[in-house]
């Protein structure tokens, strides 16, 4: 389940991708519910607002990948975005 972070630069109204989607695979428990944390590293000196979109190769039915739709991260931090997944 790649996830890619898009960074909108309302200054400059450029959109870019922020770093290369991680690739994540795990094998999880049937019928109970995990988080899966990712950390996204803000390398700039001003506060960043990442948009998240989620891709997934194959559609499962049965399992629901939820996450917050923008992840904001301070200068010079890094911050969790943690993804909801349920099989």
Same mark, same amino acid.
């Given at each position: 389940?790649p996830l890619?972070?898009?960074?909108?630069?309302? =200054?400059?109204?450029?959109?870019?991708?922020?770093?290369?989607?991680?690739?994540?695979? =795990? !094998? &999880?428990?049937?019928k109970?519910?995990?988080?899966?944390?990712? =950390?996204? !590293?803000?390398?700039?000196?001003?506060?960043?607002?990442?948009?998240?979109? &989620?891709?997934? @190769?194959r559609?499962?039915?049965?399992?629901? $990948?939820?996450?917050?739709t +923008? $992840?904001?991260?301070?200068? $010079?931090?890094? @911050?969790? +975005?943690? $993804?909801?997944? +349920? =099989?």
């Amino acid at each position: 389940m790649p996830l890619t972070c898009n960074n909108t630069c309302t =200054r400059a109204h450029t959109h870019h991708t922020c770093f290369d989607p991680p690739q994540v695979d =795990r !094998q &999880i428990v049937a019928k109970q519910a995990h988080v899966e944390v990712l =950390r996204v !590293q803000n390398w700039i000196s001003s506060p960043q607002r990442f948009a998240v979109s &989620i891709e997934r @190769k194959r559609a499962d039915k049965a399992t629901t $990948l939820q996450g917050p739709t +923008y $992840l904001d991260v301070p200068a $010079l931090s890094a @911050k969790d +975005y943690k $993804l909801n997944v +349920y =099989r």
